[in-house]
Protein backbone atom coordinates (compact mmCIF):
# COMPACT_ATOMS: atom_id res chain seq x y z
CA UNK A 1 0.00 0.00 0.00
CA UNK A 2 0.82 3.57 -0.41
CA UNK A 3 0.61 6.54 1.70
CA UNK A 4 0.15 10.17 0.87
CA UNK A 5 1.02 13.28 3.38
CA UNK A 6 -0.01 16.43 1.21
CA UNK A 7 -0.38 20.08 2.76
CA UNK A 8 -4.00 21.30 2.89
CA UNK A 9 -3.60 24.61 2.01
CA UNK A 10 -0.33 27.03 0.18
CA UNK A 11 2.76 25.18 1.26
CA UNK A 12 4.75 25.02 3.96
CA UNK A 13 2.49 23.43 6.28
CA UNK A 14 5.45 21.26 7.56
CA UNK A 15 5.27 18.36 5.33
CA UNK A 16 9.03 17.28 5.92
CA UNK A 17 8.96 17.28 9.78
CA UNK A 18 6.16 15.00 9.84
CA UNK A 19 7.53 13.08 6.87
CA UNK A 20 10.54 12.47 8.70
CA UNK A 21 8.38 12.02 12.03
CA UNK A 22 6.63 8.91 10.08
CA UNK A 23 10.07 7.94 8.26
CA UNK A 24 10.64 4.97 10.30
CA UNK A 25 7.39 3.28 10.13
CA UNK A 26 7.94 2.76 6.05
CA UNK A 27 10.57 1.37 3.67
CA UNK A 28 10.51 4.01 0.88
CA UNK A 29 9.64 7.68 1.18
CA UNK A 30 9.22 8.99 -2.56
CA UNK A 31 8.38 12.47 -4.02
CA UNK A 32 5.96 12.47 -6.83
CA UNK A 33 5.53 16.54 -8.16
CA UNK A 34 6.83 19.36 -7.65
CA UNK A 35 10.50 20.30 -7.84
CA UNK A 36 13.13 22.82 -5.95
CA UNK A 37 10.88 25.42 -5.82
CA UNK A 38 9.73 23.00 -2.15
CA UNK A 39 11.50 23.52 0.75
CA UNK A 40 10.91 20.83 3.61
CA UNK A 41 12.48 22.09 7.00
CA UNK A 42 13.58 19.26 9.35
CA UNK A 43 14.97 19.50 12.75
CA UNK A 44 16.62 17.20 15.32
CA UNK A 45 19.52 17.09 17.73
CA UNK A 46 19.74 20.59 17.64
CA UNK A 47 20.24 20.41 14.22
CA UNK A 48 18.42 22.06 10.53
CA UNK A 49 18.08 20.63 7.23
CA UNK A 50 16.19 22.20 4.12
CA UNK A 51 15.51 19.20 1.36
CA UNK A 52 14.39 20.80 -1.86
CA UNK A 53 14.40 17.78 -4.34
CA UNK A 54 15.66 14.63 -1.82
CA UNK A 55 12.13 13.28 0.01
CA UNK A 56 12.47 13.66 3.88
CA UNK A 57 12.95 10.16 4.36
CA UNK A 58 16.63 10.41 3.85
CA UNK A 59 17.63 10.33 7.56
CA UNK A 60 16.64 7.40 8.33
CA UNK A 61 19.10 4.27 7.32
CA UNK A 62 17.01 1.69 5.56
CA UNK A 63 14.87 3.69 4.33
CA UNK A 64 14.83 4.12 0.34
CA UNK A 65 14.17 7.74 -1.03
CA UNK A 66 12.82 7.85 -4.68
CA UNK A 67 12.53 10.99 -6.66
CA UNK A 68 9.13 10.00 -8.76
CA UNK A 69 8.78 10.65 -12.40
CA UNK A 70 6.19 13.23 -11.84
CA UNK A 71 8.92 15.64 -10.33
CA UNK A 72 10.70 18.17 -12.41
CA UNK A 73 15.00 17.82 -11.64
CA UNK A 74 17.69 20.46 -11.40
CA UNK A 75 20.72 18.81 -11.57
CA UNK A 76 22.72 21.56 -9.96
CA UNK A 77 20.42 22.03 -7.17
CA UNK A 78 20.41 18.06 -6.46
CA UNK A 79 24.23 18.14 -6.74
CA UNK A 80 24.79 20.59 -4.34
CA UNK A 81 21.90 19.15 -2.21
CA UNK A 82 23.65 15.99 -1.92
CA UNK A 83 26.94 17.42 -1.12
CA UNK A 84 25.27 19.11 1.50
CA UNK A 85 24.12 15.54 3.09
CA UNK A 86 27.23 14.03 2.34
CA UNK A 87 29.11 16.33 4.73
CA UNK A 88 26.13 16.07 7.42
CA UNK A 89 27.52 12.56 7.34
CA UNK A 90 24.71 11.06 5.30
CA UNK A 91 25.42 8.89 2.70
CA UNK A 92 23.07 9.81 -0.28
CA UNK A 93 23.99 7.57 -2.33
CA UNK A 94 23.00 4.18 -0.77
CA UNK A 95 19.39 5.43 0.11
CA UNK A 96 18.70 7.50 -3.19
CA UNK A 97 16.88 6.82 -6.29
CA UNK A 98 15.91 8.99 -9.48
CA UNK A 99 12.98 7.79 -11.85
CA UNK A 100 14.48 7.71 -15.18
CA UNK A 101 10.66 9.38 -16.39
CA UNK A 102 11.35 12.35 -14.11
CA UNK A 103 12.09 15.57 -16.65
CA UNK A 104 15.06 17.54 -16.47
CA UNK A 105 14.99 20.94 -15.16
CA UNK A 106 17.65 23.00 -17.92
CA UNK A 107 19.38 26.73 -16.86
CA UNK A 108 17.13 28.00 -19.93
CA UNK A 109 14.08 26.79 -18.39
CA UNK A 110 15.13 29.18 -14.99
CA UNK A 111 15.98 32.11 -17.78
CA UNK A 112 12.36 31.69 -18.71
CA UNK A 113 11.06 31.60 -15.70
CA UNK A 114 12.50 34.85 -14.51
CA UNK A 115 11.57 36.12 -18.48
CA UNK A 116 7.86 35.22 -18.09
CA UNK A 117 7.59 36.68 -14.41
CA UNK A 118 9.08 40.23 -15.75
CA UNK A 119 6.58 40.13 -18.77
CA UNK A 120 3.57 40.28 -16.18
CA UNK A 121 4.74 42.58 -14.45
CA UNK A 122 1.88 43.20 -11.51
CA UNK A 123 0.22 39.99 -12.35
CA UNK A 124 3.55 37.72 -11.99
CA UNK A 125 2.56 34.76 -10.25
CA UNK A 126 5.66 35.05 -7.31
CA UNK A 127 7.36 32.32 -9.03
CA UNK A 128 10.29 30.75 -6.88
CA UNK A 129 12.05 31.04 -10.53
CA UNK A 130 13.32 27.32 -10.16
CA UNK A 131 12.00 27.17 -13.85
CA UNK A 132 8.88 25.13 -12.54
CA UNK A 133 6.30 26.43 -15.26
CA UNK A 134 9.05 26.23 -18.02
CA UNK A 135 10.62 22.66 -17.49
CA UNK A 136 6.78 21.21 -16.92
CA UNK A 137 5.74 23.04 -19.58
CA UNK A 138 8.17 21.13 -22.15
CA UNK A 139 6.75 18.09 -20.35
CA UNK A 140 3.66 18.68 -21.39
CA UNK A 141 4.27 20.17 -24.74
CA UNK A 142 6.48 16.62 -25.20
CA UNK A 143 9.91 18.26 -25.87
CA UNK A 144 11.48 18.10 -22.35
CA UNK A 145 14.75 15.87 -21.50
CA UNK A 146 14.01 13.16 -18.65
CA UNK A 147 16.79 12.06 -16.28
CA UNK A 148 16.71 8.94 -18.47
CA UNK A 149 18.15 10.46 -21.68
CA UNK A 150 21.64 11.09 -19.74
CA UNK A 151 22.21 7.62 -20.64
CA UNK A 152 21.40 8.74 -24.55
CA UNK A 153 24.79 9.02 -26.73
CA UNK A 154 22.66 11.72 -28.18
CA UNK A 155 22.23 13.74 -24.97
CA UNK A 156 24.08 16.88 -25.97
CA UNK A 157 22.56 16.77 -29.20
CA UNK A 158 18.88 17.00 -27.56
CA UNK A 159 19.99 19.36 -25.00
CA UNK A 160 21.50 21.57 -27.82
CA UNK A 161 18.54 21.46 -29.87
CA UNK A 162 16.17 22.36 -26.88
CA UNK A 163 18.55 25.22 -25.97
CA UNK A 164 17.88 26.50 -29.21
CA UNK A 165 14.33 26.71 -29.28
CA UNK A 166 14.40 28.16 -25.72
CA UNK A 167 17.02 31.00 -27.15
CA UNK A 168 14.29 31.90 -29.39
CA UNK A 169 11.64 32.36 -26.96
CA UNK A 170 14.03 34.31 -24.38
CA UNK A 171 14.94 36.43 -27.53
CA UNK A 172 11.26 37.24 -27.91
CA UNK A 173 11.38 38.44 -24.34
CA UNK A 174 14.45 40.53 -24.68
CA UNK A 175 16.38 38.41 -22.75
CA UNK A 176 20.27 37.97 -22.62
CA UNK A 177 22.41 35.30 -21.04
CA UNK A 178 25.88 33.89 -20.18
CA UNK A 179 24.66 30.78 -21.35
CA UNK A 180 28.44 29.09 -21.43
CA UNK A 181 28.60 29.36 -17.80
CA UNK A 182 25.86 28.25 -16.88
CA UNK A 183 26.12 24.63 -19.40
CA UNK A 184 29.33 24.07 -17.16
CA UNK A 185 27.24 23.92 -13.67
CA UNK A 186 25.05 21.97 -15.80
CA UNK A 187 27.26 19.23 -17.31
CA UNK A 188 29.28 18.98 -14.05
CA UNK A 189 26.43 17.92 -12.23
CA UNK A 190 24.89 15.64 -14.83
CA UNK A 191 28.56 13.79 -14.68
CA UNK A 192 28.02 14.00 -10.66
CA UNK A 193 24.63 12.08 -11.04
CA UNK A 194 26.32 9.06 -12.69
CA UNK A 195 27.09 8.05 -9.11
CA UNK A 196 23.05 7.51 -7.81
CA UNK A 197 21.03 4.72 -8.73
CA UNK A 198 18.23 5.40 -11.54
CA UNK A 199 15.19 3.16 -11.31
CA UNK A 200 11.90 3.44 -13.52
CA UNK A 201 9.56 4.32 -10.57
CA UNK A 202 6.52 2.25 -11.49
CA UNK A 203 8.18 -0.55 -11.32
CA UNK A 204 10.38 0.13 -8.20
CA UNK A 205 7.01 1.12 -6.28
CA UNK A 206 5.13 -2.09 -7.61
CA UNK A 207 7.67 -4.27 -6.97
CA UNK A 208 7.90 -2.87 -3.17
CA UNK A 209 4.15 -3.29 -3.35
CA UNK A 210 4.50 -6.60 -4.27
CA UNK A 211 6.98 -7.35 -1.39
CA UNK A 212 4.83 -6.01 1.01
CA UNK A 213 6.84 -2.96 1.65
CA UNK A 214 5.44 0.00 3.07
CA UNK A 215 5.57 3.54 1.06
CA UNK A 216 5.12 7.22 2.07
CA UNK A 217 4.67 9.19 -0.84
CA UNK A 218 5.34 12.92 0.09
CA UNK A 219 3.80 15.85 -1.61
CA UNK A 220 5.44 19.55 -2.29
CA UNK A 221 3.19 22.49 -2.41
CA UNK A 222 -0.12 22.33 -1.20
CA UNK A 223 -3.73 21.86 -2.21
CA UNK A 224 -4.33 25.60 -2.95
CA UNK A 225 -1.64 25.33 -5.29
CA UNK A 226 -2.78 22.63 -7.61
CA UNK A 227 -2.73 23.29 -11.03
CA UNK A 228 -6.25 22.51 -11.91
CA UNK A 229 -8.02 22.76 -8.49
CA UNK A 230 -5.44 26.18 -6.51
CA UNK A 231 -6.14 29.70 -6.73
CA UNK A 232 -5.51 29.74 -10.65
CA UNK A 233 -3.10 31.46 -12.44
CA UNK A 234 -1.84 31.84 -9.00
CA UNK A 235 -0.33 27.99 -8.77
CA UNK A 236 2.78 25.77 -9.33
CA UNK A 237 2.85 23.61 -12.32
CA UNK A 238 2.03 20.42 -11.13
CA UNK A 239 -0.93 18.47 -9.04
CA UNK A 240 -0.16 18.57 -5.47
CA UNK A 241 -3.16 16.78 -4.91
CA UNK A 242 -3.38 13.12 -3.64
CA UNK A 243 -4.04 11.86 -7.47
CA UNK A 244 -0.81 13.67 -8.31
CA UNK A 245 0.73 10.57 -6.32
CA UNK A 246 -1.01 8.10 -8.95
CA UNK A 247 0.33 10.12 -12.10
CA UNK A 248 4.04 11.07 -10.31
CA UNK A 249 4.88 7.26 -9.31
CA UNK A 250 2.83 4.97 -10.93
CA UNK A 251 0.70 3.68 -8.64
CA UNK A 252 -2.94 2.97 -9.14
CA UNK A 253 -6.05 4.89 -7.39
CA UNK A 254 -6.98 0.88 -5.55
CA UNK A 255 -3.16 1.04 -4.20
CA UNK A 256 -3.36 4.13 -2.26
CA UNK A 257 -3.84 3.74 1.54
CA UNK A 258 -3.96 6.45 4.23
CA UNK A 259 -3.81 9.81 2.95
CA UNK A 260 -2.78 12.51 5.80
CA UNK A 261 -3.70 15.75 5.13
CA UNK A 262 -1.43 18.59 6.70
CA UNK A 263 -2.40 21.74 7.60
CA UNK A 264 -1.07 24.56 9.80
CA UNK A 265 -3.96 25.98 12.46
CA UNK A 266 -3.57 29.46 11.01
CA UNK A 267 -2.44 30.57 7.18
CA UNK A 268 0.49 31.10 5.28
CA UNK A 269 0.52 32.21 1.34
CA UNK A 270 4.00 33.15 -0.49
CA UNK A 271 4.25 34.64 -3.73
CA UNK A 272 1.05 36.31 -5.27
CA UNK A 273 -2.62 35.64 -5.52
CA UNK A 274 -5.90 35.71 -3.58
CA UNK A 275 -5.73 34.71 -0.04
CA UNK A 276 -9.10 35.24 1.75
CA UNK A 277 -8.04 35.02 5.27
CA UNK A 278 -5.28 37.34 5.16
CA UNK A 279 -4.12 39.58 7.95
CA UNK A 280 -2.36 42.62 6.89
CA UNK A 281 -2.05 44.17 10.15
CA UNK A 282 -0.35 43.92 13.23
CA UNK A 283 -2.05 40.41 13.78
CA UNK A 284 -0.62 39.03 11.18
CA UNK A 285 3.19 40.86 11.74
CA UNK A 286 3.32 39.10 15.00
CA UNK A 287 2.24 35.80 13.58
CA UNK A 288 5.13 36.07 10.80
CA UNK A 289 7.39 36.77 13.87
CA UNK A 290 6.33 34.03 16.18
CA UNK A 291 6.33 31.05 13.26
CA UNK A 292 9.54 32.34 11.11
CA UNK A 293 7.39 32.99 8.21
CA UNK A 294 9.66 33.07 6.25
CA UNK A 295 10.18 30.96 3.08
CA UNK A 296 12.44 27.95 2.97
CA UNK A 297 13.55 27.90 -0.68
CA UNK A 298 13.54 31.79 -1.49
CA UNK A 299 13.69 33.48 2.41
CA UNK A 300 10.61 35.43 1.40
CA UNK A 301 8.57 36.45 4.03
CA UNK A 302 5.10 34.82 3.96
CA UNK A 303 1.50 36.43 4.15
CA UNK A 304 -0.28 35.19 7.52
CA UNK A 305 -4.03 34.90 8.03
CA UNK A 306 -6.64 32.81 9.74
CA UNK A 307 -7.50 29.13 9.43
CA UNK A 308 -9.83 28.77 6.23
CA UNK A 309 -12.01 26.15 6.66
CA UNK A 310 -13.79 26.97 3.38
CA UNK A 311 -10.31 25.87 1.57
CA UNK A 312 -9.69 23.09 4.17
CA UNK A 313 -13.23 21.42 3.82
CA UNK A 314 -12.44 21.58 -0.19
CA UNK A 315 -8.81 20.21 0.21
CA UNK A 316 -10.39 17.58 2.70
CA UNK A 317 -12.89 16.55 0.19
CA UNK A 318 -10.82 16.31 -2.90
CA UNK A 319 -7.70 14.58 -1.27
CA UNK A 320 -10.00 11.83 0.12
CA UNK A 321 -7.87 12.62 3.50
CA UNK A 322 -8.38 10.26 6.49
CA UNK A 323 -6.07 11.20 8.90
CA UNK A 324 -5.86 15.43 9.53
CA UNK A 325 -2.24 16.89 11.18
CA UNK A 326 -2.02 20.00 12.61
CA UNK A 327 0.98 21.70 13.50
CA UNK A 328 2.31 25.60 14.76
CA UNK A 329 -0.87 25.28 17.29
CA UNK A 330 2.45 26.61 19.71
CA UNK A 331 2.60 29.91 17.50
CA UNK A 332 -1.30 31.01 18.14
CA UNK A 333 -0.27 30.68 21.94
CA UNK A 334 1.10 34.87 21.33
CA UNK A 335 -2.59 35.58 20.40
CA UNK A 336 -5.26 36.72 22.42
CA UNK A 337 -8.03 36.00 20.17
CA UNK A 338 -8.32 33.28 17.49
CA UNK A 339 -10.22 33.00 14.82
CA UNK A 340 -11.16 30.95 12.12
CA UNK A 341 -13.34 31.76 8.79
CA UNK A 342 -16.19 29.10 8.40
CA UNK A 343 -18.15 30.64 5.57
CA UNK A 344 -17.88 33.02 2.53
CA UNK A 345 -20.00 35.62 1.96
CA UNK A 346 -19.45 35.83 -2.30
CA UNK A 347 -21.28 38.97 -3.68
CA UNK A 348 -23.63 38.75 -0.64
CA UNK A 349 -24.70 35.27 -0.85
CA UNK A 350 -22.96 33.06 1.63
CA UNK A 351 -20.97 29.89 1.02
CA UNK A 352 -19.25 27.02 2.38
CA UNK A 353 -18.20 25.49 -0.89
CA UNK A 354 -15.08 26.99 -2.60
CA UNK A 355 -16.04 29.50 -5.58
CA UNK A 356 -14.69 29.06 -8.72
CA UNK A 357 -13.14 33.03 -8.50
CA UNK A 358 -11.25 33.58 -5.48
CA UNK A 359 -10.40 37.09 -6.73
CA UNK A 360 -14.22 38.04 -6.36
CA UNK A 361 -15.61 39.61 -4.13
CA UNK A 362 -15.10 37.34 -0.81
CA UNK A 363 -16.05 38.46 2.60
CA UNK A 364 -14.84 35.52 5.03
CA UNK A 365 -17.50 34.99 7.92
CA UNK A 366 -15.23 34.77 11.42
CA UNK A 367 -15.84 32.08 14.44
CA UNK A 368 -14.03 33.09 17.80
CA UNK A 369 -12.08 30.70 19.70
CA UNK A 370 -10.88 31.30 23.28
CA UNK A 371 -6.95 31.93 23.19
CA UNK A 372 -4.89 29.23 25.26
CA UNK A 373 -1.49 31.38 25.71
CA UNK A 374 0.01 28.89 27.11
CA UNK A 375 3.42 27.32 26.03
CA UNK A 376 2.78 24.43 24.42
CA UNK A 377 5.79 23.16 22.86
CA UNK A 378 7.07 20.73 26.23
CA UNK A 379 3.55 19.06 26.01
CA UNK A 380 3.96 15.34 24.79
CA UNK A 381 0.63 13.71 25.56
CA UNK A 382 -3.01 14.05 24.42
CA UNK A 383 -3.65 14.99 28.34
CA UNK A 384 -1.76 17.94 28.33
CA UNK A 385 -3.27 19.79 25.78
CA UNK A 386 -5.22 22.74 26.85
CA UNK A 387 -8.72 22.95 27.03
CA UNK A 388 -9.23 25.99 24.87
CA UNK A 389 -6.40 24.10 22.04
CA UNK A 390 -8.94 20.71 22.74
CA UNK A 391 -12.31 23.10 21.72
CA UNK A 392 -10.49 24.53 18.49
CA UNK A 393 -9.63 21.16 17.65
CA UNK A 394 -13.23 19.37 18.07
CA UNK A 395 -14.64 21.87 16.13
CA UNK A 396 -12.01 20.98 13.25
CA UNK A 397 -13.18 17.57 13.57
CA UNK A 398 -16.62 18.00 14.02
CA UNK A 399 -16.50 20.43 10.79
CA UNK A 400 -14.27 17.99 8.85
CA UNK A 401 -15.40 14.84 10.17
CA UNK A 402 -11.80 13.23 9.97
CA UNK A 403 -9.47 12.67 13.11
CA UNK A 404 -6.95 14.73 13.73
CA UNK A 405 -4.37 11.92 14.34
CA UNK A 406 -1.11 14.44 15.07
CA UNK A 407 -0.44 17.40 16.44
CA UNK A 408 2.67 19.61 16.04
CA UNK A 409 3.91 21.70 18.60
CA UNK A 410 7.57 22.97 17.38
CA UNK A 411 9.54 22.36 14.61
CA UNK A 412 11.54 19.70 16.34
CA UNK A 413 10.96 15.83 15.48
CA UNK A 414 10.14 15.43 18.77
CA UNK A 415 7.74 17.80 19.00
CA UNK A 416 4.85 15.55 18.04
CA UNK A 417 1.96 14.20 19.50
CA UNK A 418 0.94 10.58 17.89
CA UNK A 419 -2.75 10.65 18.46
CA UNK A 420 -3.85 8.19 16.46
CA UNK A 421 -6.43 5.43 17.46
CA UNK A 422 -5.29 2.82 15.27
P1 LIG B 1 7.02 22.22 4.32
O1 LIG B 1 7.37 22.90 3.05
O2 LIG B 1 5.57 21.84 4.37
O3 LIG B 1 7.92 21.07 4.66
O4 LIG B 1 7.21 23.31 5.47
P2 LIG B 1 8.45 24.35 5.63
O5 LIG B 1 9.62 23.61 6.12
O6 LIG B 1 8.59 25.17 4.40
O7 LIG B 1 7.85 25.33 6.71
C1 LIG B 1 7.43 24.89 7.95
C2 LIG B 1 8.23 25.65 9.01
O8 LIG B 1 7.63 25.49 10.26
C3 LIG B 1 9.64 25.14 9.19
O9 LIG B 1 10.47 26.18 9.58
C4 LIG B 1 9.50 24.10 10.27
O10 LIG B 1 10.72 23.90 11.00
C5 LIG B 1 8.47 24.76 11.15
N1 LIG B 1 7.56 23.87 11.88
C6 LIG B 1 7.01 22.68 11.50
N2 LIG B 1 6.12 22.27 12.43
C7 LIG B 1 6.09 23.21 13.39
C8 LIG B 1 5.34 23.36 14.60
O11 LIG B 1 4.48 22.56 14.96
N3 LIG B 1 5.59 24.49 15.33
C9 LIG B 1 6.50 25.42 14.96
N4 LIG B 1 6.67 26.48 15.73
N5 LIG B 1 7.21 25.31 13.84
C10 LIG B 1 7.00 24.22 13.05
P1 LIG C 1 6.66 23.51 -0.20
O1 LIG C 1 6.80 22.12 -0.78
C1 LIG C 1 4.95 27.50 -0.60
C2 LIG C 1 4.49 29.08 -4.66
C3 LIG C 1 5.36 30.23 -5.08
C4 LIG C 1 4.44 30.90 -6.09
C5 LIG C 1 3.75 29.72 -6.75
C6 LIG C 1 4.38 29.27 -8.05
O2 LIG C 1 7.86 23.98 0.53
O3 LIG C 1 5.39 23.65 0.56
P2 LIG C 1 6.65 28.07 -8.77
O4 LIG C 1 8.05 28.22 -8.28
O5 LIG C 1 6.10 26.70 -8.54
O6 LIG C 1 6.47 28.55 -10.16
O7 LIG C 1 5.78 29.08 -7.84
O8 LIG C 1 3.80 28.66 -5.82
N1 LIG C 1 5.23 27.90 -4.15
C7 LIG C 1 5.26 27.53 -2.86
N2 LIG C 1 4.75 28.13 -1.76
N3 LIG C 1 5.58 26.31 -0.50
C8 LIG C 1 6.08 25.69 -1.59
O9 LIG C 1 6.60 24.45 -1.53
C9 LIG C 1 5.96 26.32 -2.84
N4 LIG C 1 6.36 26.00 -4.09
C10 LIG C 1 5.89 26.97 -4.87
O10 LIG C 1 5.67 31.06 -4.00
O11 LIG C 1 3.45 31.64 -5.41
MG1 LIG D 1 8.25 24.71 2.40
Request: charged share 25%; aromatic share 8%.
Amino acid sequence: MVDVLLGLQWGDEGKGKIVDVLAPQYDVVARFQGGPNAGHTIKFDGKKFVLHLIPSGIFHAGTDNLIGNGVVIDPVILRKEIEGLNDAGIPVAERLLIARRATIIMPTHKLLDAASEKAKGDKKIGSTLKGIGPSYRDKVGRYALRIGDIASPNFKEKYAEAVERHKVLLAAYGMEADYAEMEKAFFEAIEFLSNIRLTDSERFVQQAITDGRKILAEGAQGTMLDIDFGSYPYVTSSNTISAGACTGLGVAPNQIGRVYGIFKAYCTRVGSGPFPTELHGETGETLRAAGSEFGATTGRPRRCGWMDLVALKFAVRINGVTDLIMTKADVLSVLETIRIADKYKVDGETTEWLPYDLESNIEPQYRDFAPWQSDITEIRSEGEIPASLKKYMEYLFAELNVPISFLSVGPDREQTLDMRTY
